[in-house]
């Protein structure tokens, strides 16, 4: 197949842009290296893809496009070359803290981007498309663990209500133009490569640094932290089954509390975390946790990562790809 991976050089879309390429698929990237974060993090990760692939971007069954996708030019270009057997979607503003920040910015990125990339599938109905969604679009929902037939009309981020609008504005182009079309709502994503700001990330580095840890409400609240390498699996599933309009929840299906995950960084650190107790912020919620009968049922999806295994490799690849690159810096 070829697929096109929008944002296949971050964290979620390189480790997907390798899987495919193991399996023999060609695979185009488009990716902006926006500065969320620190873009050289991003140049790593496709070094990476071209060291797995064997050869430098474009010279083998993968290329890179540096663009965004709100320029409707540079992505009407790219279909137009592309002949494109199926998109996954995982470009977009990230996070629901930020969101709340610069909530246009966010609406800008993640609603009128997807929308381009819908109208160009309009022209090629054919082609599966795969969307990116989030365990946010539940938002404060009481009823666990959280089903794909739930209510999710009450989103308390903007972050959450641009994934809601894309899973919706999806359907509206697979009702009226009959595109194949699947969205994942992933569960707080962990793994090597994963963003730096994200809560892990940010709790290792700050724990191996002997820095105080930013804790939030009183460590109740709970979260199905899920492994890249289980979510991967999840989504090139999803891209072979891709028919009809169908939303699946990819998480690991249990739930670890805040000060559990704190103890089980500390253990995978070998170093006890110290914690900056603060109240909880907007936009979070109590409680994420995902039922996955349907992804089980339907995609053969069965995750098995433990978050204290996921832990220990996490650390071991902070360890050798990102503590050298701290110590030239400081």
């Not at 430098?56 to 279909?79: T, Y």
């Not at 994200?198 to 492994?227: Q, W």
């Not at 989504?235 to 990819?250: A, F, H, Q, T």
């Not at 103890?263 to 006890?272: E, F, P, S, V, Y």
């Amino acid at each position: 197949m070829k697929i096109l991976v929008t944002g296949g050089a971050g964290f979620i879309g390189s480790h997907l842009v390798e899987a495919l390429l193991a399996r023999g698929d060609d695979v185009v990237i488009l990716d902006s290296f926006n500065d969320f974060y620190d873009p050289a993090i991003k140049r790593q990760n496709i070094a990476a893809i071209e060291r797995a692939a064997g050869g430098a971007m474009g010279e083998g069954p993968v290329s890179l496009v540096e663009g965004d996708i709100r320029d409707q030019d540079l992505v009407s270009g790219l279909f137009d070359e592309g002949n494109f057997d199926a998109v996954v979607h995982l470009a977009a503003m990230a996070g629901v803290r930020p969101s709340l920040e610069d909530p246009l910015h966010y609406q800008d990125v993640n609603v009128r981007g997807t929308i381009i990339l819908l109208e160009e599938l309009r022209k090629r109905p054919e082609t599966r498309f795969v969307f990116a969604s989030s365990s946010s679009v539940y938002g404060g929902n009481k009823e666990v663990p959280f089903r794909e037939a739930a209510d999710v009309h009450n989103p308390v981020s903007p972050y959450a209500a641009t994934k809601r609008a894309g899973e919706l504005l999806a359907y509206t182009h697979h009702h009226l133009y009959g595109i194949p079309t699947t969205c994942l709502r992933f569960f707080t994503v962990f793994g090597p490569r994963q963003r730096p700001e994200m809560a892990i990330h940010k709790f290792v580095r700050m724990t191996l640094n002997g820095e105080s840890l930013p804790f939030f409400g009183d460590g109740t609240t709970r979260r199905d932290y899920t492994y890249v390498d289980d979510i991967v699996d999840g989504v090139v599933r999803s891209i072979d089954r891709c028919e009809g309009y169908e939303i699946y929840n990819l998480g690991e299906s249990q739930t670890t509390s805040l000060a559990e995950l704190v103890d089980l960084i500390g253990t995978a650190c070998g170093k006890a975390p110290v914690l900056d107790r603060q109240p909880m912020q907007p936009g979070d919620v109590v409680i994420t946790f995902a039922d996955v009968a349907k992804a089980r049922e339907k995609l053969g999806y069965d995750p098995h990562t433990t978050v204290a295994e996921g832990l220990e490799r996490f650390v071991a690849w902070y360890r050798k790809e990102m503590e050298p690159q701290s110590s030239a810096t400081s």
